[in-house]
């Protein structure tokens, strides 16, 4: 019997396939939403490139494999809770705004 590293399976590939968007880590516990399929669950959610990843159904997430990980467990149908923040420009002034969505597997 020989393992693989979990790297090669739990990854963006795998965020793509399940949820439709790829994610950059930042810092740890934080993850940057690099690219957003049109009209898949991500963007359903209304989550955009930009935004960035604090939680994941309530809790700090500090790997891109333990994220892809947790999306792993959810069967087709269920959704996971994601903890976003992100810049929103009014005029010269950005402002900071967070909140939650909801993303259903697919």
């Known amino acids: 019997l020989r393992l693989i ?22 810092q740890p516990g934080s993850f ?3 690219s957003v399929e049109r009209a898949g669950p991500a963007a359903r959610a209304d989550i955009r490139a930009g935004m960035m990843i604090t939680e994941i159904d309530g809790q700090r997430v500090d790997s891109l494999v333990q994220l892809a990980r947790t999306t792993f ?4 149908g269920e959704s996971l809770t994601l903890r976003l923040v992100w810049g929103e420009r009014r ?16």
């Open 5 to 26: 590293d979990e790297r090669r399976y739990f990854n963006n590939d795998l965020l793509w396939k399940h949820i439709g968007m790829k994610v950059q880590a930042t």
């Open 91 to 106: 005029g010269l002034v950005v402002y900071r705004s967070e909140g939650e969505a909801k993303v259903q597997i697919r």
């Open 73 to 76: 467990t959810k069967g087709r």
């Open 32 to 34: 940057l939403v690099e």
